[in-house]
């Protein structure tokens, strides 16, 4: 069996919105926790959008995941809920 390695200082985090839309507001918090284990907290580029009670269209979620699934950079994705 695998297991991912454990992350380390200055790793970067991706959070991403597959499903309902979120607001900055309401993910603050848990970036403000990242930050304080010192790392590097990226959002996904259509995080923050709207399309009716989704986090964007169907392609730009899966873009968002897609690219998070993509960056060899990425130690862990976050999905916000």
């Known amino acids: 069996m695998l297991f991912p390695l454990f992350l380390q200082k200055k790793d970067k985090i991706l959070m991403v919105a597959p499903a309902n839309a979120v607001r900055l507001e309401e993910i603050l918090p848990a970036i403000t926790i990242f930050e304080s284990w010192e790392l590097e907290v990226e959002l996904g ?26 960056n060899t950079e990425i130690k862990a994705i976050i999905c916000a809920r």
């Open 45 to 70: 580029h259509h995080l923050l959008n709207v399309h009716h009670t989704f986090a964007g269209t169907d392609e730009q979620r899966l873009e968002d995941l897609q690219n998070a699934l993509d």
